[in-house]
């Protein structure tokens, strides 16, 4: 594979990119997070169930990247059909809605090689130039490195950048694939990553050198929705930690649904801000009903049991090109 004019003497790293129906945006990632590929590294494009797959064939192509097909969608299938068809023992996860900068895997790979008892990464998410003024979707712009454990209090990162090693990848099965974009839940699929990784005894850190910025591209109407799910997956979350990890659900109920739902609601309705408010009491019905949901779906070895046997796999298959 053709990468970015540097030359970086790490180990290699696996970048695995899902997307469905977004080749133009998928094209533009692509593009960036070749500059910040070294000789070695492996580049994973996975088509989750798009219309035109021949449109992911060729752009794969001309980027020189593996493309995995799956047939059913879902972000997390996808991500899990791309680090499996990866070998590295470091995985890179972005979307095709985000640039990286041309130091991003250095900063991963880096980070991981000075700590190594650590599992995982997060890294600085900005928005792009002209687009400071927008509802921000999965931005974390802190400035300081941090350790990422039980005790960590706030956004811990995001699937949009993120990186974990195979190793804890593989004992924990990968993503749940009930969560997030295209999933029963719809969401929070970054953040059940990360409670069962601080389950399983790794911790993480924040390396703001890892940098990448995350296109803010939807509709006031987009956003609504996007809140409805993202109170959906919360809601889901807590149902599962209800029953596997008792002591972090209870503070992930103090962080989403007081500090994120009712506080928030409540300083909405205060400044008479009928947008935003209307937007957290979205997300406050997203978790109730989420709740309810996940309440009543099994759990097994950390991920929500597929709704019929064949559907949901955790391995799931799919054609592979180059």
Not at 60 to 81: K, Y
Not at 191 to 213: E, I, Q, S, Y
Not at 283 to 293: E, I
């Amino acid at each position: 594979m053709e990468v970015g004019p540097h030359v970086s003497e790490r180990g290699p790293v696996a970048v695995v990119v899902a997307s469905r129906d977004r080749v133009d945006m998928l094209d533009r990632c692509l593009t960036s997070v070749r500059d910040a590929l070294a000789p070695g590294d492996e580049l994973v494009v996975v088509d989750s169930a798009s219309c035109d797959h021949d449109a992911y064939v060729s752009v794969a192509r001309t980027h020189g990247a593996l493309l995995v097909r799956c047939d059913e969608p879902g972000v997390n299938r996808a991500r899990n059909a791309g680090w499996r068809a990866s070998r590295a023992p470091v995985v890179l996860f972005t979307d095709d809605d985000v640039e990286v900068e041309r130091g991003w895997a250095d900063a991963y790979a880096a980070c991981l090689d000075e700590h190594p008892e650590i599992g995982f990464v997060t890294g600085w998410i900005g928005v792009p130039d002209g687009q400071e003024d927008t509802h921000d979707v999965a931005v974390k712009d802190d400035v300081e490195p941090a350790v990422l454990d039980r005790s960590t209090r706030g956004s811990l990162g995001h699937g949009a950048s993120l990186a974990v090693r195979r190793e804890a990848l593989e004992r924990l099965g990968g993503w749940d694939e009930a969560l997030g974009a295209g999933g029963r839940f719809r969401a929070a699929p970054e953040v059940d990553l990360f409670d069962r990784l601080l389950a399983a005894g790794w911790t993480g850190r924040f390396a703001p050198t890892a940098r990448a910025r995350h296109h803010q591209w939807r509709t006031d109407g987009q956003l609504a929705a996007l809140h409805l799910r993202y109170g959906l997956g919360t809601g889901a979350r807590i149902a599962k930690l209800h029953r596997t990890d008792r002591s972090r659900m209870r503070h992930v109920i103090r962080e989403a649904w007081w500090d994120w739902g009712i506080h928030d609601a409540w300083l909405h309705l205060r400044y008479r801000d009928a947008r935003r408010l209307a937007v957290a009491l979205l997300r406050m019905t997203g978790f109730a009903v989420g709740f309810l949901a996940a309440s009543r779906t099994p759990v097994e070895g950390g991920h929500f049991r597929p709704r019929a046997a064949g559907q949901g796999s955790r391995n799931p298959g799919g054609s592979q090109h180059h």
